[in-house]
């Protein structure tokens, strides 16, 4: 059973930096990719960041590059966005998410999806 669990959200100021981690326990997703999606209240969950397991390509959306760093520690089997420069508009529940297929764009078709860390910035 895949479970992917969470850690590091919290309130920070703006301009603050916050590091998440997510465990996943159950599957290693070498052959896939981990990545982080949020959702802000009232709008639908967005990506954010992903790593592709085979070569560690990177995606990230574009309010977030050069901001957002993911990583990835094959193993603990855990991946991590380190946040800095954070601001009000990063204010959302963020989601680790994970798939075991290959993708040449990782940044949808998420299968498997953790409980969400709240991550509150303020001004």
């Known amino acids: 059973q895949v479970q992917l669990v969470e850690s590091g959200g919290g309130l920070v100021q703006a301009g603050g930096s916050l590091r998440l981690s997510c465990a996943a326990g159950g599957r290693t997703f070498s052959s896939g990719a981990m990545g982080w999606f949020r959702q802000a209240p009232g709008k639908e969950r967005e990506f954010v960041a992903a790593?592709?397991?085979?070569?560690?390509?990177?995606y990230y959306t574009a309010s977030v590059r050069g901001r957002f760093t993911i990583s990835r520690d094959y193993a603990k089997n855990t991946v991590y966005l380190q946040m800095n420069s954070l601001k009000p508009e990063d204010t959302a529940v963020y989601y680790c998410a994970a798939r075991s297929d290959y993708c040449t764009v990782c940044d949808r078709l998420f299968r498997y999806w953790g409980q969400g860390t709240q991550v509150t910035v303020s001004s």
């Open positions: 790593l592709r397991g085979t070569d560690g390509r990177t």
